[in-house]
């Protein structure tokens, strides 16, 4: 695949890429560390992962990362897992997140916006009080390093201070949105006990306010390790008999004191699914963290004191993490809290205008959902801010750049980036001095190895692969919790490709080093950047009793859509009418979470197995994108070949209609 013979859709002028940091970065690291002088781009990223040590020691010089003890070496150990980055370091995240308050004490940090779309701004003097006053109460309540606290909160103001607060302590924390039902949320905060709890009581969205005081009530009664409950009365109701309010805690007029941490410390836990078990609790580093973030937001995003950083995003996905991160640049972030389409489509636009984003960030989906709704952004709102449009969620196809070419502006810089929960980052993306092809990520990142390889572990070139790492990032996992001898995490990415890290999407590299994202390769379902696994619907949907077995298959469409449909195999008698469709429905999203109703359900005479028993979900996702279905599965390891054929006439008749 290559796009070399066609004009781009977007090339930088001269005075953009003489301003952009990663030039400026260049220059510098050539002088100091040896990079190329020359070359562009394409020669710093080389430089990047044949220099791995001598690349990330410029990014923590040319960054000003403070270590309180300095570090042996940059790479004690290189191989994966396990590699050691910065042995013998000690920093703290959240001091350098707070780093811009001393400079500009009363500009916002942060802006947060709700519903009605009035932006409220938080200056980086309250935000380092209110963190420095939750800290102290934090180590009151007895959180010491390495405690768990975990949040049940949209993304308001408080849910980014209770995070900052947890680093500058050297605690752990996590997160889930208050749209998660009870029984998903114990599946990942049972696995880490947390000993405090934030909570809000309920939250608005789509312009309704929804009570979430029982599911709260329910997490305190299964979450026996909890210490105290911190409620936070969004919805304005009292705090509940036993708990702590959060006006309380954060009132006082106190400076944060940073818990010098090692760098491979945990910042947080992560949640991503397989198809089957618990979530994957993913713990990564305060330090791996800081600079990989650095690196991905002063580099690649192009992010500095004066831009204003909006990514609609929820704290149950890992982008509400990169957001948060924008401060570590001295940037204004975004929160938005609502609806990504209320009032109207045009609802994260408006965001954008009143807030004078310079980089603004959402999904694939949501850029076809304006194109099929006709929103006209460049001419109803004004976007002059605006410098960048990134998503990611899913490949953003080539219909998608040419409406945002067409639809915000010619000069738009359009970044379509894909990483992941498991990195927290980026692989590849954003670069603001090369150019943009359509339908193509502009290059790998810095410091990634990132390549596609063909089954026996060739690299391609033009040609669809498995995405590979075949060297260390700082973000990657230092382990998953609950894993004492690393088995999950090394299955999870290491087990086609012993040492090398692959991560399950299909991707081609083009002869100019942009690349393609093809979707999953595996069977994890990821709806609108939030991934689930399989075993959680069927664990929701077959407590029914109408339902014998299901199959749930996430389909990645060449128009930018996701089409997840729920395949159920009904009890006998037991007819799919409205009425078990709405329950079917109602318990998904009550119990796992709303992104994850499904389109359709359809009903199937039966769900195809492997011979040890596994439902067959690869092949079939396989057979739905149109591939014979002698090239989908192998026939001598399916239970019922016939079970089959059911998918491949589906198949048939959707290609049909399209």
């Not at 991905?296 to 990169?322: A, E, K």
């Not at 090369?434 to 026996?456: F, K, M, N, R």
Request: aromatic share 8%; with cysteine; charged share 20%.
């Amino acid at each position: 695949m290559t796009s070399a013979h066609t004009d781009p859709l977007w090339q930088p002028d001269e005075e953009r890429i003489a301003a952009a940091a990663v030039t400026r970065f260049q220059s510098w690291a050539a002088e100091h560390h040896g990079a190329p002088a020359q070359g562009g781009y394409p020669a710093l990223h080389r430089w990047s992962v044949e220099e791995l040590e001598s690349f990330w020691r410029a990014v923590v010089e040319w960054f000003d990362v403070r270590f309180a003890t300095p570090y042996d070496r940059v790479l004690g150990d290189r191989s994966m897992p396990g590699a050691q980055w910065f042995p013998g370091a000690t920093l703290n995240y959240a001091e350098h997140a707070l780093r811009a308050a001393s400079e500009r004490p009363h500009d916002p940090a942060l802006l947060h916006v709700d519903e009605t779309h009035e932006p409220r701004p938080i200056s980086w003097a309250t935000l380092r009080r209110q963190v420095g006053s939750l800290a102290a109460e934090l180590r009151a309540l007895g959180v010491r390093p390495g405690d768990r606290i975990s949040g049940y909160l949209p993304n308001i103001p408080e849910a980014v201070t209770a995070l900052l607060a947890t680093a500058a302590v050297g605690a752990v924390w996590t997160s889930c949105a208050p749209d998660f039902g009870a029984r998903s949320v114990l599946d990942r905060f049972q696995q880490v006990e947390p000993v405090v709890l934030f909570t809000v009581d309920g939250y608005r969205y789509g312009g309704k306010e929804h009570d979430r005081r029982d599911t709260v009530a329910e997490l305190r009664a299964e979450l026996p390790t909890l210490r105290a409950v911190v409620h936070i009365p969004l919805l304005g109701t009292e705090a509940p008999e036993g708990t702590l309010e959060w006006s309380a805690l954060t009132s006082a007029d106190t400076a944060p004191v940073f818990e010098q941490v090692p760098f491979d410390h945990p910042l947080w836990v992560l949640y991503s699914s397989g198809t089957t078990g618990l979530p994957k609790a993913i713990v990564q580093s305060q330090g791996g963290i800081l600079v990989e973030h650095l690196k991905q937001l002063g580099l690649h995003c192009d992010l500095g004191p004066d831009d204003v950083f909006f990514w609609y995003t929820s704290t149950g996905w890992m982008m509400w993490n990169f957001l948060v991160s924008g401060l570590l640049t001295g940037t204004t972030v975004v929160l938005y809290d609502g609806s990504p389409g209320y009032p109207d489509t045009a609802a994260q636009w408006r965001v954008a205008e009143r807030t004078r984003a310079t980089l603004y960030g959402t999904s694939a989906a949501y850029v076809m959902a304006c194109a099929k709704a006709e929103v006209h952004p460049g001419r109803d709102f004004d976007l002059s801010a605006v410098g960048c449009v990134a998503t990611t969620g899913s490949p953003l196809p080539p219909d998608g750049f040419r409406w945002l070419h067409d639809e915000v502006r010619e000069g738009l810089w359009i970044a379509s980036v894909s990483g992941g929960t498991d990195v927290c980052s980026c692989f590849a993306g954003a670069v603001p001095t090369l150019p943009v092809h359509i339908g193509e990520l502009q290059a790998a990142g810095l410091g990634t190895d990132l390549q596609a390889w063909d089954p026996s572990g060739k690299p391609l070139t033009g040609e669809v692969g498995e995405l590979v790492v075949t060297n260390p990032m700082p973000s990657m996992p230092i382990h998953f919790w609950n894993d004492p001898d690393g088995s999950r995490y090394r299955d999870s990415y290491f087990e086609m490709f012993p040492g090398v890290w692959r991560h399950g999407d299909w991707i081609t590299i083009t002869d100019h080093g942009s690349v393609v994202i093809h979707g999953r390769s595996d069977s994890t379902l990821n709806r609108q950047g939030v991934r689930m696994g399989s075993a959680d619907i069927y664990e929701a949907v077959e407590r029914l009793p109408e339902i014998r077995e299901s199959l749930v298959i996430g389909l990645e469409e060449p128009d930018g859509g996701y089409w997840m449909p729920l395949f159920v195999h009904l009890a006998d008698g037991v007819s799919l009418d409205e009425a078990l469709i709405s329950r079917i429905n109602r318990t998904i999203r009550s119990e796992l979470s709303p992104r994850h109703v499904p389109d359709d359900i359809i009903e199937v005479p039966g769900v195809p197995h492997t011979l040890t028993g596994k439902r067959i979900e690869v092949p079939v996702k396989r057979l739905l994108q149109g591939t014979p279905l002698a090239k989908a599965v192998n026939p001598g390891s399916v239970d019922d070949l016939g079970l089959l054929s059911f998918y491949e006439t589906l198949a048939a008749s959707r290609a049909r209609k399209r």
